[in-house]
């Protein structure tokens, strides 16, 4: 199990396009999800975020879109500000209440 769970619903799942860059190195190609994220403000404001994390398992978050939905997460610092992603292998969870925490 893992120690960070990020929860939202499911607003989006696309593949990147493929492309070459002037070296001739190819990127792009893979799958990512979008998450839309309730974060409460310390004044107890609620401010929405997307975020976008790249999947091996686009069709397991397809299956959730617009629902809402668990996920195991990492994160690191990266000019100052965190950055997330998602585990190896991290399918969604299906959640039956959002939380109003």
């Given at each position: 199990?893992?120690?960070?769970q990020?929860?939202?619903q ?8 493929e492309?070459t ?7 792009g190609?893979y ?13 107890g ?11 091996e398992?686009?069709e ?9 939905i668990s996920?195991?997460?990492?994160v690191?610092?990266r ?5 997330f ?5 991290g ?7 959002v939380?109003?925490?």
């Open positions: 199990m893992s120690m960070l990020m929860t939202g499911v607003a989006n799942v696309l593949e990147t396009p492309g860059n002037r070296d001739g190195d190819k990127y190609g799958h990512q999800v979008q998450i839309l994220c309730q974060q409460v403000l310390a004044n404001e609620k401010r929405m975020e997307l975020f976008t994390l790249r999947t398992n686009p397991e978050f397809r299956k959730h879109q617009g629902k809402h996920v195991p997460v990492g690191f610092a000019s100052g500000s965190l950055n992603y998602m585990e190896k292998g399918l969604p969870k299906a959640l039956n209440t939380s109003q925490a």
